[in-house]
DNA sequence: CTGTCATTGTAAACTAACTGACAATTAGTG
DNA sequence: CACTAATTGTCAGTTAGTTTACAATGACAG
């Protein structure tokens, strides 16, 4: 029964609709679960043999820290993104981790070198992944090259539709988004300080754009943004 | 005659490396050629039906073009690279363009349609084509992570570093890049004015550093930047 | 209910980098 | 060879955003 479940929460993802229940099986029989709540840190693993893995449920942060001890962020993973070396090339870069948004995290992951012999047999499941990769790079780069060349103000609006976009619940023009990130992360996703990030919402709210708190994020019109 | 060139022309892609004589006839029947000198605009043709490209020589730099007609650029392919839409996905942006670097541009293509095919018959090509999507992502997310918390000088110091690496001559610690790009470019791939990368460029000098001149940058002690 | 720690709020001093404006130099073309 | 356009050099004024520092608020454990 345990295993049962343990096959559903790979097929659930889209890329992996297309298989059959034996090449579900061949990826499974070494799937690994992990569970974590919040502010937990989540290390992949470099001594074990590389892998791929799925977040099934909540939200992470990719992150690495330099020389300094400075916490960058690298990347949010939602629901359902696959997330680990999508270039399928080991790499021992140590600093590398990823921590907890959300008290209900929940991620499978199999190995590497699996995935990999799954690919060759099924060149049309190669071809669904080189897209979602191709996508995921599309996605970044956009991102940073609006990150980099507008100003503080426009970088901030632009997470924000970006966010509401990709997990607001919309109603009307109005969108909720549940607030799983600090005002400090939001500030190293949009590469800015922190105090920044907190004037830059504060005026929001006194302009009505949106209501702030720890929860929640509600922005009244998506499109005045 | 003229045909074996065109083969010759794609076979010489590591990637294509593992495919048949017939396979590559198979992309190459509809396989379009272009040439190109400096200043050139290379339009990806939206009307056509989409096209993956491979630059066989020379430089070429992708610009995209917003609303003010402000040029940023996107990316620089190098002799050898694979441009284009590299997710598969047809993308109606056409404010994107390619605009020749060097005098001595030559591109050549084949449609998406048949590339595609190509990978679904051939597993091993698309697990290649996937790691190469993936190398990109990687790269394009760790110079952008570069570029975004330093500051300006360390920005182009890590640049002149990626370049050198990537394209410069080396013997011992002293390193020359043929230098295709204006300050101006420069000033844009590492986002900052052209003021201020000339400004850095001429300190870099007087501290020998290097040597910046419109054909080559000479580095004498690569360790040193 | 209270103490503690993380998060958010606010302000002043400081600075890197941008903008605009113009001059000097170099490359390419007829 | 001279003319033109592109590239590079230089400067002063301005500004967005950082830094430092501390206060206020909220959340959670015992």
Not at 12 to 24: E, G, N, P, V, W
């Given at each position: 029964m345990y295993d049962?479940?343990?096959?559903?929460?790979?097929?659930?993802?889209?890329?992996?609709?297309?298989?059959?229940?034996?090449?579900?099986?061949?990826?499974?029989?070494?799937?690994?679960?992990k569970k974590a709540t919040k502010g937990e840190i989540i290390y992949f693993s470099s001594s074990d043999l590389p892998r791929i893995f799925l977040l099934k449920k909540g939200h992470i942060k990719i992150v690495t820290v330099d020389e300094e001890g400075n916490e960058t962020i690298k990347d949010i993973i939602q629901k359902g993104d696959l997330f680990g070396e999508l270039t399928l090339e080991t790499d021992n870069q140590v600093n590398e981790y990823a921590k907890a948004l959300s008290d209900d995290v929940t991620i499978c992951s199999f190995l590497m070198s699996d995935f990999e012999d799954?690919?060759?047999?099924?060149?049309?499941?190669?071809?669904?992944?080189?897209?979602?990769?191709?996508?995921?790079?599309?996605?970044?780069?956009?991102?940073?090259?609006?990150?980099?060349?507008?100003d503080a103000r426009t970088r901030l609006h632009q997470f924000l539709k970006d966010?509401?976009?990709?997990?607001?619940i919309k109603t009307e023009n109005k969108v909720v988004i549940e607030n799983y990130l600090t005002q400090n992360d939001i500030a190293q996703i949009i590469c800015t300080s922190r105090q920044t990030t907190t004037h830059l919402l504060n005026e929001m709210e006194e302009n009505e754009l949106l209501q702030y708190n720890r929860k929640e994020i509600s922005i009244p019109d998506i499109r005045k943004l």
């Open positions: 049962e479940l343990k096959y559903w929460y790979i097929r659930d993802h889209k890329l992996f609709r297309t298989l059959s229940m034996s090449q579900i099986k061949q990826l499974c029989i070494i799937t690994g679960f799954l690919l060759l047999r099924n060149p049309s499941l190669a071809l669904s992944y080189t897209k979602f990769v191709g996508l995921k790079l599309k996605r970044i780069r956009n991102s940073y090259s609006n990150l980099i060349f507008k966010w509401a976009e990709s997990e607001g």
